[in-house]
C-alpha cells in the first residue's frame, strides 16, 4: 500500500505519460476493438469487500485524450455513464481495468487492486501529437539510431530499426521506419541534412551528407539539428494520420510557396521547439539559426525567411 507521499510521486510520474488501449470491445469479437489513448491518476484507497473479506482497493481516475476509431469516438462516451454491471461494457471496462492494474503493479507488486472510480473526456484540443504525444521517447531513439551509424564515418543506404519491423512507441498511433542515406564529402566544413516524409508508406526518409575528418566535433550540433528534423517529420505522420497531409505532388514547388503551408508551418514549429528545449535557446533564435545554416536546402530570400518565420511564431502562440 502506498503513503501518501508514494502516490503524490507516481502522479507525478503519470502527468506526461499517455497510454494506448486497443482491444476487444466486446467479448469474442475480433478485429473489433475499442482503440484509444487515455491517463490516469491515483486518488487514494478504498476499503471494499471482496469474496467475504475487506481489501484496500487503489481508486483510479481515467482521462480519455484521443479516441482513434469509429466505435471508440461514437459509442464510449455515452456508455461510459451508465452501470457496469447492467451493460455490455462490464468486458470493456475489466479489461481497461486488468491493463491499469498490470502497469501499477511496477509501483505497488503484483498484488495491486485497482478500481475506476471517475472517467471524464479530455478538452484539451492538442491531443494527438503535442510535445507529449509526439514521446520524447521516440524522438531520442531514432536520433540515437541514426548517430550510431554517422560514428563508423562510411557511406552507405541504412533501414532503421537496424532489427527490421517498425519503430513502435506507446504514445505515437502509428508504426514507422526510417530510410538513413549517409554520404561522404571531404570538402564539407559543415555536414548537411535533410528529410522527408513518405505518405501512405510511413516511412521517414533522412539524407545526411558529412566530412568524415570534421564530424566528430560537430556531433553536438548534428544531434540537435536531427531532432529537430525527426519531431518535424513525425509532426508530418501525425497529419497523416489525421487525414491532413498533401501527396507530394499536391505541394508548389516554389520555395516560399512550400515553406508557408499549414501543414509545413506547424511541422517547423514542432521541429524548433523541440530544438529550442534542448539547447535552451528562445524558439525565434533556433529558427533563425536553421534557416541561415540551411540556405541551400530551403532557397528563401531574407525577406522570405522573416514570411516563414512570423508564421512559425505566430503559430506557436495560438
Avoid at 489513448?37 to 484521443?66: A, P, R
Avoid at 557511406?155 to 505515437?172: A, H, V
Avoid at 514542432?270 to 533564435?285: D, N
Amino acid at each position: 500500500m502506498l503513503s501518501e507521499k508514494q502516490l503524490n510521486g507516481v502522479n507525478k510520474l503519470l502527468e506526461n505519460r499517455v497510454f494506448t488501449y486497443n482491444d476487444e470491445f466486446l467479448h469474442n469479437t475480433p478485429g473489433i476493438n475499442a482503440n484509444f489513448d487515455y491517463k490516469i491518476k491515483l486518488l487514494g484507497y478504498k476499503k471494499m469487500i471482496s469474496i467475504g473479506e475487506w481489501y484496500d482497493y487503489l481508486m483510479v481516475s481515467v482521462e480519455f485524450v484521443k479516441f482513434n476509431n469509429e466505435i471508440s469516438k461514437n459509442v464510449l462516451p455515452s456508455l461510459l455513464k451508465t452501470d457496469t454491471r447492467e451493460t455490455f461494457l462490464y468486458y470493456f471496462k475489466q479489461r481497461l481495468k486488468d491493463e491499469i492494474s498490470s502497469f501499477l503493479s511496477i509501483f505497488v507488486g503484483t498484488e495491486v487492486r485497482v478500481i475506476i472510480t471517475d472517467y471524464k473526456i479530455s478538452d484539451n484540443k492538442e491531443t494527438l501529437m503535442n510535445e507529449q504525444r509526439m514521446s520524447k521517447i521516440s524522438i531520442r531513439t531514432v536520433v540515437r539510431d541514426v548517430i550510431s551509424k554517422i560514428k563508423n564515418k562510411k557511406s552507405g543506404f541504412f533501414y532503421l530499426p537496424d532489427k527490421g519491423d517498425e519503430y513502435s512507441f506507446t504514445n505515437l498511433p502509428f508504426e514507422f521506419s526510417v530510410e538513413l542515406t549517409l554520404k561522404i564529402d571531404n570538402n564539407l566544413d559543415r555536414f548537411m541534412v535533410n528529410g522527408y516524409y513518405v505518405p501512405d508508406e510511413d516511412v521517414v526518409e533522412i539524407l545526411i551528407i558529412f566530412n568524415p575528418n570534421k564530424i566528430q566535433k560537430q556531433l553536438y550540433d548534428l544531434i540537435g539539428e536531427l531532432n529537430e528534423l525527426v519531431a518535424h517529420e513525425l509532426e508530418h505522420a501525425k497529419q497523416e494520420y489525421e487525414g491532413e497531409f498533401l501527396d507530394k505532388g499536391e505541394e508548389p514547388e516554389e520555395s516560399l510557396a512550400y515553406y508557408t503551408q499549414p501543414h509545413e508551418i506547424s511541422a517547423q514549429y514542432r521541429g524548433f521547439k523541440r530544438l529550442s528545449k534542448l539547447a535552451k535557446k528562445p524558439i525565434e533564435v533556433i529558427a533563425k539559426m536553421w534557416f541561415e545554416n540551411n540556405r541551400d536546402i530551403h532557397e528563401l530570400s531574407d525577406d522570405e525567411i522573416k514570411i516563414v518565420m512570423d508564421k512559425i511564431l505566430s503559430y506557436g502562440k495560438k
